[in-house]
């Protein structure tokens, strides 16, 4: 089935840890994103890339990283540096320019500072 | 950055009653999309309505778009337990025709009870 797949679901970090979070697509989209979302909240951009080996921060992106090898994969890193990384973080991808396109999203990964 | 907000922030309704929700955004935009949200999941576009429509139907939903005013309203007829979610607007702004990222709203939490 085509779609959007987020790993782990649940992830507990040490402070001082950086922590990566999976995210792959097989619908072909050239464009994917990171969101992260707090209990209660709208949705905020960290980053975002168009095409392959080219990414953008997006409102929030310090303390994150990103990488994107593979047209099909865009891993989001939460480096230590991320005073305050509890949250759910949502990945999600589209046809290249989303302006009249819909955006489709994974199932979520909730990562818990312990 | 620009976002749109959500208004009311939570609706309790009961079986068959419509549900309305409002959306308010800051600049002109191209397009303004509604996305619902069950309980630690990812989102699910709903429906896309553009810059030059002022209303458009999908099954259950009817999205009007006031651009004078920019806001934007969600009705779902004859609402069912099963439409319990959060519901966001999301816009895609003109951005010196470098759009390529949506702004979410906070949201309206809707509670349907059976």
């Known amino acids: 089935d085509g779609g959007i797949t987020q790993s782990p679901k649940y992830l507990f970090r040490k402070e001082g840890q950086n922590v990566t979070l999976s995210c792959e697509q097989n619908?072909?989209?050239?464009?994917m994103y990171w969101y992260r979302q707090d209990p209660g909240q709208g949705l905020r951009l960290i980053y975002y890339?168009?095409?392959?080996?080219?990414?953008q921060k997006g409102d929030i992106a310090e303390g994150y990283s990103v990488s994107r090898e593979k047209k099909e994969s865009f891993p989001l890193t939460v480096t230590s540096a991320q005073k305050n990384p509890t949250a759910f973080y949502l990945c999600?991808?589209?046809?290249?320019?989303?302006?009249?396109?819909?955006?489709?999203f994974g199932e979520g990964s909730w990562l818990t500072v312990v | 950055s620009q976002q749109g907000e959500e208004d009311p922030q939570a609706l309790s309704i009961q079986e068959g009653e419509n549900a309305t929700m409002n959306c308010s955004y800051k600049?002109?935009?191209?397009?303004l999309q509604w996305y619902r949200q069950n309980s630690g999941r990812g989102l699910v576009h709903l429906i896309l309505?553009?810059?030059?429509?002022r209303e458009k139907h999908s099954g259950r939903l009817r999205v009007t778009l006031d651009t004078s005013k920019k806001s934007s309203s969600l009705l779902i007829t004859a609402s069912r337990a099963a439409d319990t979610a959060s519901y966001f607007c999301?816009?895609?702004?003109?951005?010196?025709?470098?759009?390529?990222?949506?702004?979410f709203g906070t949201g309206t939490l809707l509670a349907v009870q059976p």
């Open positions: 309505i553009r810059s030059n429509e």
């Open positions: 999301a816009t895609d702004a003109i951005d010196g025709g470098a759009t390529n990222k949506l702004i």
């Open positions: 600049t002109s935009i191209n397009n």
């Open positions: 890339s168009q095409i392959v080996n080219d990414f």
């Open positions: 999600a991808s589209s046809e290249r320019r989303p302006s009249g396109n819909t955006i489709y």
């Open positions: 619908l072909n989209h050239d464009a």
